[in-house]
């Protein structure tokens, strides 16, 4: 194209791109005017209404996420005709609904990521738009079908995996490549593994396929949501961006620490209580810990009823502890049970004795009515109360647990090893997330406590039902008064349903706080990352979860730290679900270049040789390198790392083992990455623990750009093939400055 066609190829795209935010801005205002005539109440029931408020509410959302890079491309095909490929879907409502811009997930798009000269789909151009903010700044063009014309991409690929990293993980959305593609429209109504080494972008996949879910799904799956799993909090915080930046919201984040609500995680188990912990073994511990609290006295306990003295003895104890365990409820509800055979016997004995001699057989009335009177007695009774809660007390989660693990008696009893004792009960770990979530079922709920529970949470409703009343009065108010063009705030969507004059009958939550607060919601699809880290038990939580088994499994075996995680796929999903899961593969690093890529992929052949690592889409032509220091130069090493990093454009991260100041450890940049990164002392990643090497392979695998090493005894074998920098060139080689190739 000569530089006078480009030039008004150029006007005209502008024009369009312009044309498609105008028809945004026009169907903003449309749906914000009818939002804020359905907050009114104009007519239609408050059910008619509700829904009406849901759906505007939802739209309102979609249509605010597409601002940035609402139009990144064009197909054309062979027949001459073009389509606009972008992140939501416009149509053109005076030309029977016409599309004038295809959502990125429709079936018409699918050309646009799987095109390649070689099968170009029936097209002739691919066309990618660069835009900064509304503007398109310039485009690159693709001619398929002609020997030699390459992938698709490669100028937009590139440019966004050399970019600066940012506070968070980006869509992919216009650069998605034709393999990931394929796993994000993968139709597989079971559980789907994408397995892929560091960088080959396991994560943003499986959060697209959500949002792809979700447009192809969204009847079935919005109502309950989706629920994204990460291995830790700066994890989550990374990847929280994605979704919203498509347009989906019902999306609960969570660590495997969160999974029961209300439980804070404030410690870390030991390799070995993790790997007993998050064994399937561990089911009979429980059960036979439960079963241990279900007593028989040693010595018959006095009961004062009627005028005499009754007593629970052993007898009469194990056969209502029978009885109540045959009936299949959980403890605490089997309780009633074990109360009513021991309330009969006692009744059955003091009527006995009482009704002797003054009661005759055929006094059937006066035998109810005294029977009547003893079970009103022992009802009350504080001590017939204490001997149940001695024989068959009720029981939460963390009690029994937490006895569980700081008594040795109670341990040998359950026939748990050693290894769970500990001196602070409920100092919670990861791991006691599976066992708190598996007792829930066990014991079973309090129905006393619920019921206290219930009362406290309706005068609670009662209070705030004024005071909402009074807050939407402000809300519509403050609405009426705003300009067309004027945003729409947050909180008006949060109040705009919840605080109507229903709020005293309904949840005002939304769907995420409600679900992540509720221990028995159901999610209609997981995706669980860092995926070869959950353990057997950790996979039970998962599966009561999601009952209709819809899964997107992210993970690296390679990448495993955990004692207690998969070492194959089959082992964890097979048991749950046979012959319905099936696994795909990423192969092409899009993170790491090949020079860092070289040094780690030497590594993962010492601890994996059978792993086939990543191969790299780009190189960068920095090499890595490393530096020996002694102890006391170690500190300043890094501060000027930090210093010198801080001018330029980017982030970086020191990671090292425990101890050493101003690092993170590797585990905690699991799924994350950095322009630039110094590792610490790896030998002595090395050395901690049985998957020592792992870690040293994740901490390896996070740069983008730099990468150096800081050591102070001699380099692991693996990690020879760095660069040694000279004590002459100390700050450039601390500031991670360019040793390029010459």
Not at 60 to 69: E, F, I, P
């Amino acid at each position: 194209m000569s530089t006078q066609g480009y030039e008004e190829e150029l006007r005209s795209e502008r024009s369009y791109v312009a044309g498609l935010y105008a028809r945004l801005d026009a169907e903003r205002a449309r749906v914000r005017g009818e939002y804020k005539a359905a907050l009114r109440g104009n007519g239609g029931t408050p059910m008619e209404r509700d829904v009406e408020v849901h759906a505007l509410a939802k739209e309102v959302k979609r249509l605010d996420v597409a601002d940035n890079g609402l139009c990144f491309g064009r197909l054309d095909t062979v027949s001459g005709d073009h389509s606009y490929i972008g992140r939501i879907g416009l149509f053109d409502e005076e030309n029977d609904y016409e599309p004038v811009l295809l959502d990125w997930r429709a079936p018409a798009s699918r050309a646009f990521y799987v095109a390649t000269a070689a099968n170009p789909e029936n097209m002739r151009r691919r066309r990618q738009f660069h835009t900064r903010g509304r503007q398109v700044v310039d485009f690159t063009d693709e001619v398929l079908g002609r020997p030699g014309d390459g992938e698709r991409g490669d100028a937009a690929l590139l440019a966004a995996v050399n970019a600066p990293r940012g506070d968070g993980m980006r869509d992919i959305v216009a650069t998605i490549q034709a393999e990931q593609d394929e796993i994000i429209r993968l139709d597989h109504p079971g559980v789907l593994v994408i397995e892929g080494g560091p960088g080959t972008g396991k994560t943003v996949v499986a959060l697209h396929r959500v949002a792809y879910l979700l447009y192809t799904q969204r009847e079935r799956m919005e109502r309950h949501g989706v629920l994204v799993v990460g291995p830790n909090p700066a994890f989550l915080n990374h990847i929280g961006r994605v979704l919203p930046s498509l347009g989906e919201s019902d999306v609960v984040f969570m660590t495997p620490g969160e999974l029961v609500p209300g439980l804070c995680v404030t410690t870390e188990d030991t390799p070995e209580a993790a790997r007993l912990k998050g064994s399937a073994k561990v089911l009979d511990v429980l059960a036979a810990a439960v079963a241990d609290r279900q007593r028989l006295p040693e010595h018959p306990l006095p009961i004062e009823l009627g005028d005499v003295t009754v007593r629970i003895d052993a007898e009469t104890a194990e056969w209502a502890r029978e009885e109540a365990r045959a009936c299949g409820l959980p403890h605490n509800e089997a309780r009633a049970v074990f109360s009513e055979i021991v309330t009969y016997v006692l009744t059955e004995r003091a009527i006995a004795r009482i009704g002797r001699g003054w009661l005759t057989r055929s006094d059937r009335e006066a035998w109810e009515d005294l029977r009547a009177d003893l079970l009103k007695e022992l009802a009350d009774d504080d001590k017939f109360t204490a001997a149940l809660d001695e024989l068959w007390p009720i029981l939460t989660p963390e009690t029994l647990l937490e006895a569980l693990y700081t008594s040795p008696e109670r341990l040998r009893a359950a026939g748990a090893d050693q290894t769970l004792w500990r001196t602070d009960g409920d100092a919670w770990t990861v791991s006691d997330v599976p066992l708190l979530d598996e007792l829930i079922d066990l014991l079973g709920r309090d129905k006393v406590a619920d019921k206290a529970a219930e009362q406290a949470a309706e005068q609670k409703r009662k209070a705030e039902a004024e005071y909402a009343a009074g807050v939407l009065d402000v809300l519509v108010d403050r609405q009426d008064s705003m300009d067309d063009e004027d945003h729409l705030f947050a909180t008006d969507l949060l109040y705009a349903e919840d605080l109507a004059d229903r709020f005293g009958e309904r949840d005002a939550r939304d769907l995420v706080e409600r679900a992540a607060a509720d221990r028995d919601w159901t999610y209609r699809h997981v995706v669980v990352d860092e995926a070869q880290e959950l353990s057997e038990m950790d996979w039970r939580v998962l599966m009561r979860r999601c009952p209709g088994r819809s899964f997107t499994v992210v993970g690296d075996l390679a990448q495993r730290r955990s004692v207690a995680g998969a070492t194959s796929w089959d082992t964890m999903l097979e048991p749950y679900v046979p012959g319905r899961w099936i696994q795909r593969s990423l192969s092409v690093n899009y993170r790491t270049p090949a020079e860092i890529m070289t040094v780690a992929a030497a590594l993962l052949a010492e601890f994996a040789p059978g792993v086939q690592p990543p191969e790299s889409v780009r190189a960068c032509g920095v090499q890595p390198w490393s530096r020996r220091v002694t102890e006391d130069e170690l500190p300043t090493a890094i501060e000027e790392f930090v210093r010198d990093e801080a001018g330029r454009v980017g982030t970086r991260v020191v990671i090292g083992p425990p101890g050493v100041p101003g690092a993170v450890v590797a585990s905690e940049t699991k799924g994350l990455e950095f322009d630039a990164v110094l590792v610490v002392e790896p030998e002595r990643i090395l050395a901690d623990g049985p998957r020592g090497a792992a870690e040293l392979y994740v901490a390896l695998t996070r740069a983008t750009q730099r990468l150096g090493v800081l050591h102070q005894d001699p380099l692991p074998q693996a990690l020879t093939g760095l660069a040694e920098i000279p004590t002459p060139a100390r700050r450039a080689a601390i500031g991670g400055l360019a040793i390029r190739e010459d």
